[in-house]
């Protein structure tokens, strides 16, 4: 077996929320959102159906196009993507 040069390598209990909705511009999203401490409390958004996954806080929702490039989306559905993970990424708890 090579031998790796290890960064990081820890376990941790998760928990994630899945869910799929159709926004009003008629976008379906199927999400996977995986709630961790690693991230300084961001979560996880995974895309299920194109597999794209960005960790995601407050902060990230006001980058101007962050959606739009992370999961290759319109800015109408990125607007209304935004518009959902608002009421589920909460606020970022800084642990170090």
């Known amino acids: 077996m090579p031998e790796y040069d290890f960064m ?6 998760t928990s ?3 869910t799929t909705f159709i926004t009003p511009g008629l976008k379906r999203f199927d999400l996977a959102i995986t709630s ?8 996880l958004v995974t895309d299920l159906q194109s597999g794209k996954t960005a960790i995601i806080g ?7 196009g962050y959606l739009e490039h ?5 800015e109408e559905e ?4 935004a518009g959902f993970l608002y009421l589920v ?3 970022v708890n800084f642990t170090d």
């Open 36 to 43: 961790t401490e690693r991230f300084y409390g961001k979560k």
């Open 58 to 64: 407050p902060d990230d929702l006001e980058q101007e």
């Open 16 to 18: 994630t929320r899945f």
């Open 78 to 81: 990125a607007g209304e993507l």
């Open 70 to 74: 992370t999961f290759k989306l319109t």
């Open 8 to 13: 990081s390598d820890s376990t941790e209990e």
């Open 89 to 91: 990424v909460g606020t």
